[in-house]
T-cell receptor, first 119, second 112 residues
Framework: DTGVSQDPRHKITKRGQNVTFRCDPI?????LYWYRQTLGQGPEFLTY????????KSRLLSDRFSAERPKGSFSTLEIQRTEQGDSAMYLC?????????????????FGPGTRLTVL | KQEVTQIPAALSVPEGENLVLNCSFT??????LQWFRQDPGKGLTSLLL?????REQTSGRLNASLDKSSGRSTLYIAASQPGDSATYLC???????????FGAGTRLTVKP
């Protein structure tokens, strides 16, 4: 399977606990995105990496949230001191940024998501 | 701030009908627009991507158009099938930014 994968698919935790999610992008993709989706809404952008550099963070990403992509491949999203309002689907996407010689369009491909439930 | 709206929020049609889903956005300074399909509890599947310089894209029974100046895109589904039942989301990528803004989606049900 050469698509975007996420682990775990489901996570149930108690309020106040820390959780960590993992995303493995499509291997040749240099861009990686995290989104959050609540029921009945479209995904909301959280943060974005180009290779190992975190280039953008949404104001939705409070100081309890941290994301890393240490080697420019997989990424982790950690939520500390979880709150019930953090319950959502966390989606990861990847894309390829074409070089100056042109190339592949910047189409985002999504993983299956991690559904977080905070009790 | 870019706002993306999808109308209708839900749509139910009999099998075989042709249908149009609408997406509107407030800021025409976009890099591209992408249509996705999402099945319940699942991730998003990319259907079509239209670059800002393009007017439409086609894939099988799907055709997406883009009118950047009026801030509109439509997704046309021909000869709908029950397997097309899903939520359809449009998203725009704004210029000078890697932020993708999504609409809330149109939930489509195709009845056999």
């Amino acid at each position: 399977d050469t698509g975007v994968s996420q682990d775990p698919r489901h996570k149930i935790t108690k309020r106040g606990q820390n959780v960590t999610f993992r995303c493995d992008p499509i291997s040749e993709h240099n861009r990686l995105y995290w989104y959050r989706q609540t029921l009945g809404q479209g995904p909301e952008f959280l943060t974005y990496f180009q290779n190992e550099a975190q280039l953008e963070k949404s104001r939705l990403l409070s100081d309890r949230f941290s994301a890393e992509r240490p080697k420019g491949s997989f990424s982790t999203l950690e939520i500390q001191r979880t709150e019930q309002g953090d319950s959502a689907m966390y989606l990861c996407a990847s894309s390829f940024r074409p070089g100056t010689s042109g190339g592949i369009r910047n189409e985002q491909f999504f993983g299956p998501g991690t559904r977080l439930t905070v009790l | 701030k870019q706002e993306v709206t999808q109308i209708p929020a839900a749509l139910s049609v009999p099998e075989g009908e042709n249908l149009v889903l609408n997406c509107s956005f407030t800021d025409s300074a976009i890099y591209n627009l992408q249509w996705f399909r999402q099945d319940p509890g699942k991730g998003l599947t990319s259907l079509l991507l239209i670059q800002s310089s393009q007017r439409e894209q086609t894939s099988g029974r799907l055709n997406a158009s883009l009118d950047k100046s009026s801030g509109r895109s439509t997704l046309y589904i021909a000869a709908s099938q029950p397997g097309d039942s899903a939520t359809y989301l449009c998203a725009v990528r704004v210029l000078w930014n890697n932020d993708m803004r999504f609409g809330a989606g149109t939930r489509l049900t195709v009845k056999p």
